[in-house]
């Protein structure tokens, strides 16, 4: 059974992007298929599995305002197991297209009903924004992976997040579910991030992932040589908590 789930807050630069790329990665490395479902028009996660603008012929804008089926878009990479449907700037004015749209919520599930049978997990890089995209994501979409970064206000807007899981449960998607909650960018040596850490498990209890992804520079160089860590530096910190991360991912799907 496929497992789709979307990596989602609507703040942007909490780590979406950067978990998307390595738990895609090291799920792969584990012997899983994945296809990673880039739906940002920063195509930050296209980019940063070493695709290059210049390769793409279709990408997820085609999917969900021209209807290209997905199968066209879909790219390998360097990353054995690692597919990847990519974006480009082309998709940000794919939300006004949307708007007037037929079917215009249930677009991407539709598309990804079509090949999800070939992958073990679909993960679905969403825009920092709760937009029809990210609507789009949810309603294609058996769970979502909330990253917090362990900052001020780390749960502020957390709630609206909440809220529209809850309007696409009931509109569109009834068995939604939440992922888990993952803490990035972890520093321990500040008060604040251990502050944050115990804030967000008692709001989101078992929910939370043992796991804490540190900052870690190696994990911000990464994407400059369009590889994801492990294949970058794969003892680094930033390697290791990630793969941590792969098993509890594969521990909570175990059957
Ligand atoms: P989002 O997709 O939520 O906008 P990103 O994953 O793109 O966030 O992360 C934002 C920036 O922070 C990127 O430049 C990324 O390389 C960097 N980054 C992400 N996680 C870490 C980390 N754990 N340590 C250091 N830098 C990180
Ligand atoms: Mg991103």
């Known amino acids: 059974m496929t497992v789709v789930i979307a990596l989602a807050n609507q703040k942007g630069g909490v780590g979406k992007t950067t978990t998307a790329v390595n738990l895609g ?12 479902v880039d739906s940002d028009a920063q195509g930050n996660a296209t980019s940063g599995v070493g695709i290059s603008k210049a390769d793409i012929q279709k990408d997820i804008y ?11 878009t879909i790219m390998h990479t360097s990353h054995e197991g690692l597919d990847i449907v990519p974006a480009t700037i082309q998709l940000s004015g794919a939300e006004i297209e949307l708007t007037p749209q037929m ?10 009903d079509q090949v999800k049978d070939e992958y073990d997990f679909v993960l679905i890089d ?3 924004s709760l937009g029809l995209i990210t609507i789009n994501a949810f309603t294609a979409s058996d769970s979502i992976l ?12 957390l709630s609206q997040l909440l809220n529209t899981i809850e309007l696409v449960k009931k509109h569109f998607n009834q068995n939604l579910k939440i992922e888990g909650v993952l803490l990035t960018m972890f520093d321990s040596r ?4 251990v502050q944050v850490n115990e804030e967000v498990r008692k709001y989101f209890k ?9 900052r870690n520079i190696r994990l911000s160089e990464a994407p400059s040589y369009g590889l994801p860590i492990i294949d970058y530096d794969a003892k680094s910190k930033g390697a290791k908590t990630y793969m941590n991360l792969v098993e509890e991912v594969l521990e909570r799907h175990a059957e």
């Open 25 to 36: 990665a090291g799920l792969a490395s584990s012997g899983k298929r994945v296809l990673i």
């Open 62 to 72: 085609d999917v969900l305002i021209n209807e290209t089926p997905v199968s066209e």
């Open 103 to 112: 079917a215009r919520e249930t677009r991407l599930k539709e598309a990804l």
């Open 126 to 128: 969403c825009p920092p």
């Open 146 to 157: 909330i990253p917090v970064q362990s900052e001020y206000y780390a749960l502020e807007g």
């Open 190 to 193: 500040t008060n604040l991030g």
């Open 206 to 214: 078992d929910e939370v992932y043992n796991t804490v992804i540190p």
